[in-house]
């Protein structure tokens, strides 16, 4: 690198020399093998009773009987993250973008596509049962999180009270509801022609959850605030859940309300504001590119708004465009925030990956300013960030755990650093768990698959269970990885 540029020491050209002097390369097997782990994750994170097809066997069943003290049944579903909550919104947030992984790059995962449907199918199954008691109530979340952060313990020996929040419309949740309503369309989408019965199910249950965030509108995090906030607080509000929602209403379903809908909302929902970063809070960005396939895909001109916005966050995240807004770190990850950086880094590259294929689809480029971007240009900014996360980076540490040859040994996750049930069948307490936190010694159980929060604003990493921030998994990290990695393992689509 540094002979690449003897004089100049423009920052621009930097990160130019480094993309162009980055030599890594990951054969489309790599990718693969990165896919099929990806999805496996997913099994590391289950809630309720495991099906006698679990691979990730170090697991065991747990909460068995969440939901029961108030006579509904809210077994299964995904624990977020290293904690043992279900947290609805990063729960349906992560269905949304799996099943948008498979929507997109479905045609690229072979083998895998079954797995990967079967991890939809999981978060799906329990968002039906959150969304039992709608018209009047959707259940938002099983567990303290106050109180389970006290404890280190495995899900499997969880003795914390696992009590059950609901919004209603006394005490609504626009936010967690329309969330919910993207998570079930998206996933009627996944099953429209493999179960179609399942997949009408879905479709129903999505436009009755979203009629109730509509009509009964305002934040959970007003109506739940001591335990979703911090965690998980609304903190962009509910209005780009509600344009999410019905676009993905709009996509999956043949009904012409709601484009109705986002044509009369969407100027008060968001429409018009750029926004640049896309995660489990804020929807904006990929609404936009969600719209955008209208546009592209079918000429749906009331969509062209979206195109162009579109085009504004993808410019922003391109060096040298004239909007460009990002930050990378010398090493050329996308850098966001010191805390769950990844996320941002997957989600980021799932736009720019689906956004070409859009673009693809008809020849056309993204505007930036007087400039214009290719699809091809904006899946090799992908491909970069993609490649750093799988080890092509200054630590030279892959940050997709059991992927590589070195990979973090720490991962801050209570099920993977607690010996497995099947290892120790003998009670680890709440208290007595925390040795296992501040042991130094590797987890005994590898979460494969699972992609930490990742390094920080100078490319270094810690591994050390403690610093959350860095070593800490999230469902939400990984499903869109599933299809930009997925897009990659594909010999015939990639460049
Ligand atoms: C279309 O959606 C609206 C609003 O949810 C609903 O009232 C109507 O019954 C739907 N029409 C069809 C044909 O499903």
């Not at 050390?464 to 469902?475: C, F, K, L, M, V």
């Amino acid at each position: 690198m540094t002979s690449c540029l003897p004089k100049f020491t423009i920052k621009l050209l930097l990160i130019l020399c480094f993309f162009l002097s980055s030599s890594h390369a990951f054969t489309t097997r790599d990718y693969s093998d990165a896919l099929e782990k990806s999805i496996l994750f997913f099994e590391g994170q289950r809630s309720g009773k495991l099906p006698s097809n679990q691979r990730l066997s170090w697991r065991g069943d747990s909460a068995l009987s969440d939901g029961s003290g108030y006579h509904v049944d809210l077994v299964g579903g995904y624990y977020d993250a290293g904690d043992n909550v279900k947290f609805g919104l990063p729960m349906a947030f992560t269905t949304t973008l799996f099943a948008w992984s498979i929507i997109e790059f479905g045609s690229s995962m072979h083998n895998q596509l079954e797995n990967a449907k079967a991890a939809v199918r999981w978060g799906a199954d329990y968002l039906l049962k959150a969304a039992t008691a709608t018209p009047a109530t959707l259940y938002a979340q099983v567990g303290d999180p106050n109180i389970d952060h006290r404890c280190w313990e495995r899900p499997e020996d969880m003795d914390t009270p696992r009590n059950v929040y609901k919004v209603t419309s006394q005490n609504p949740g626009s936010d967690v509801a329309a969330e919910t309503a993207a998570a079930l369309a998206a996933a009627s989408i996944v099953f429209k022609d493999s179960d179609p019965h399942y997949s009408t199910k879905l479709l129903h249950t999505a436009m009755e959850v979203f009629d109730f965030a509509d009509r009964h509108r305002g934040s959970y995090s007003d109506s739940l605030n001591s335990v979703v906030c911090p965690f998980y607080c609304s903190y962009s509000g509910y209005q780009d859940e509600l344009l999410w929602g019905a676009s993905w209403l709009h996509t999956a379903s043949e009904n012409s309300s709601y484009l109705a809908y986002i044509q009369s909302n969407g100027h008060t929902l968001g429409a018009d504001n750029d926004d640049y970063s896309f995660s489990w809070d804020d929807k904006r960005p990929g609404t936009k590119v969600l719209l955008a396939k209208g546009f592209l895909e079918k000429s749906t001109q009331e969509f062209q708004l979206y195109k162009a916005h579109s085009d504004s966050y993808i410019c922003s995240l391109i060096p040298g465009m004239p909007n460009f807004q990002a930050q990378y770190t010398p090493g050329g990850l996308l850098y966001k925030q010191s805390e769950s950086n990844l996320q941002y880094v997957t989600s980021s590259s799932f736009l720019l990956l689906t956004y070409a294929k859009y673009l693809r689809s008809n020849g056309g480029v993204a505007a930036c300013g007087v400039s214009t971007i290719t699809a091809d240009k904006i899946i090799e900014t992908a491909k970069r960030q993609v490649d750093y996360i799988l080890g092509d980076n200054p630590a030279k540490m892959s940050y997709m755990v059991g992927f590589g040859q070195r990979y973090p040994q720490h991962v801050h996750h209570r099920g993977s650093s607690v010996p497995s049930v099947h290892a120790h069948p003998g009670r680890v307490s709440c208290s007595d768990g925390f040795q296992y936190l501040y042991s130094r010694l590797p987890n005994p159980n590898i979460l494969v698959g699972a992609i930490l929060g990742g390094p920080d604003s100078r490319d270094n990493f810690a591994d050390d269970r403690n610093n959350y921030q860095q070593s800490e998994p999230a469902t939400y990290i990984n499903a869109p990885f599933v299809g930009a990695v997925a897009f990659f393992s594909d010999e015939s689509t990639t460049v």
